[in-house]
């Protein structure tokens, strides 16, 4: 207790300016871990989403009833947002015929590339702001150190007689706002390096889920029509849809 009640002492007898630099730093911490829990909760409902995806995906069922079910929800993010814009271009250019198969393939990726890169947005959304706080924040309370220093020696020119009992609360003063930067930037650069990595290794797993994905569509792009126990897929008020492809529990089976 007695270190607390020193503590905010210190905070409370230093200067003006140091008393500044260890509010925005209170504040950039305080912002840092909200965007830690916030991400902690995005990244792993991420993980989880597509764990659950993929086991649904190679379990054999279909793929328009997959697709169905998915668009039915609506909302759909991460894995699922990347399978529902890469199927359901692939339906619409299917459905108005004369296309080509690469062409069928290429528009399908396109479409599969352009949910990637707003779901790694929509994952990386704050990330540069724990970046920055990590990086300055050591630099933001060294300078309230160096100003709270400058400002004890500065007293001393008042006093006849320097002693260690006139420099050391002066000094103490401005070291708690080291203290403040160090409190902020830690947490903040090693929780960006673990989502940064998080965020790599799901980029990673949607680039090979496109990859499995297209070599699938391409094996029906050529067709005129596929079977399937389900029958074709109806048309939608979003995207007609072709007919259905068939199970796929690997896709060396297909």
């Known amino acids: 207790m007695g270190g607390d009640v020193s503590i905010i002492r210190l905070v409370v007898q230093a200067s003006v300016v140091v008393q500044i630099v260890m509010g925005i730093l209170l504040i950039a911490s305080l912002t840092s871990w909200a965007i830690i829990f916030r991400k902690r909760m995005i990244v792993g409902r991420a993980r989880r989403e597509a764990d659950r995806f993929e086991n649904t995906f190679w379990s054999g069922g279909d793929l328009s009833s997959?697709?169905?079910?998915?668009?039915?929800?609506?909302?759909?993010?991460?894995?699922?947002?990347?399978?529902?814009?890469?199927?359901?271009?692939?339906?619409?250019?299917?459905?108005?015929?004369?296309v080509a198969a690469d062409m069928l393939l290429e528009g399908s990726r396109r479409a599969m590339r352009v949910a990637q890169l707003k779901e790694t947005e929509r994952l990386e959304h704050s990330l540069a702001t724990l970046a920055t706080v990590g990086s300055t924040s050591p630099y933001v309370g060294l300078f309230g150190t160096v100003w709270g220093i400058m400002s004890a020696f500065s007293a001393l020119g008042n006093v006849q007689q320097a002693t260690l009992a006139n420099v050391a609360p002066g000094i103490a003063e401005?070291?708690?706002?080291?203290?403040?930067?160090?409190?902020?930037?830690?947490?903040?650069?090693?929780?960006?390096?673990?989502?940064?990595?998080?965020?790599?290794?799901?980029?990673?797993?949607?680039?090979?889920?496109?990859?499995?994905?297209?070599?699938?569509?391409?094996?029906?792009?050529?067709?005129?029509?596929?079977?399937?126990?389900?029958?074709?897929?109806?048309?939608?008020?979003?995207?007609?849809?072709?007919?259905?492809l068939a199970a796929h529990p690997s896709v060396g089976r297909l």
Not at 195 to 206: G, K, M, N, T
Request: charged share 20%; aromatic share 12%; proline share 5%.
């Open 174 to 244: 401005a070291l708690i706002a080291t203290a403040f930067g160090l409190f902020a930037a830690i947490p903040a650069v090693v929780f960006y390096n673990r989502y940064a990595d998080q965020v790599s290794r799901l980029e990673l797993r949607y680039d090979g889920f496109i990859e499995e994905l297209s070599t699938i569509l391409q094996r029906h792009a050529g067709r005129g029509t596929v079977s399937s126990a389900t029958g074709p897929l109806p048309a939608t008020a979003h995207a007609p849809g072709p007919a259905t």
């Open 66 to 98: 997959l697709y169905r079910a998915i668009e039915s929800r609506g909302g759909a993010t991460g894995i699922e947002s990347i399978f529902e814009f890469g199927f359901r271009e692939f339906a619409r250019l299917r459905q108005q015929g004369g």
